[in-house]
């Protein structure tokens, strides 16, 4: 079974760091892209980073390019967000998807609160 | 980027209905559109990729359809777990954007 599980959410100021993870199981995750996409409270869907399968490559929407960095480590099945300069815009809830095309498996998310 | 709107915004209907959503994109997404239904306080199931594939163990009640800009989910036969957003997706190309969603009321 796919599994997907996020951890390091929380409340932060604005301007700090804050750095996301997601344990992933159940398939060979280095022959998968992985994504991060986010949810603010009662609005839609915002894709938010993308990685090759072997890291070498990274996706960013302009709303977050040079502040979020994506990253992944393949022995341990894991994907990471770093973000910095965080604005109360931010504010969401994360998910971690595999990606094929579409995303098609997530975790359960990971809430983001960025206020002072 | 790619732009998705999505229609309506809101929908109610009763049991055994049969209902549709739109996507419009603003140029040519080649059938790379999914469909997503979100529940409240759940993350995101994946119902149909590539415009009209069938996610494994999605009933086949849901159905997609459509080419070029123009896209379209149908539910057949209403039941009452189906009241949910749902949101499309288009992955042609970066940034990957969504629809706004629809969210669907059960009379």
């Known amino acids: 079974e796919v599994q997907l599980v996020e951890s390091g959410g929380g409340l932060v100021q604005p301007g700090r760091s804050l750095k996301l993870s997601c344990a992933a199981s159940g398939f060979t995750f280095s022959n998968y892209y992985t994504a991060w996409v986010r949810q603010a409270p009662k609005k839609g869907l915002e894709w938010v980073a993308t990685i090759s399968s072997s890291g070498s490559r990274t996706y960013y929407p302009d709303s977050v390019k040079g502040r979020f960095t994506i990253s992944r480590d393949n022995a341990k099945s894991s994907l990471y967000l770093q973000m910095n300069s965080l604005k109360s815009e931010d504010t969401a809830t994360y998910y971690c998807a595999r990606q094929t095309g579409s995303f098609d498996y997530w975790g359960q998310g990971v809430m983001v609160t960025v206020s002072s | 980027d790619i732009q998705m709107t999505q229609s309506p915004a809101s929908l109610s209907a009763s049991l055994r209905e049969t209902v549709s959503i739109e996507c419009l994109a603003s140029?040519?997404?080649?059938?790379?559109l999914a469909w997503y239904q979100q529940k409240p306080g759940k993350s995101p199931q994946l119902l149909i990729y590539?415009?009209?594939s069938l996610q494994d163990g999605v009933p086949s009640r849901f159905s997609g359809s459509g080419s070029g800009t123009q896209y379209s989910l149908k539910i057949k036969s209403l039941e009452s777990e189906d009241a949910a957003t749902y949101f499309c997706?288009?992955?042609?190309?970066?940034?990957?954007?969504f629809g706004a969603g629809t969210k669907l009321e059960l009379k």
């Open positions: 140029e040519d997404i080649y059938n790379n």
């Open positions: 590539y415009a009209s």
């Open positions: 997706l288009q992955d042609s190309e970066y940034p990957n954007t």
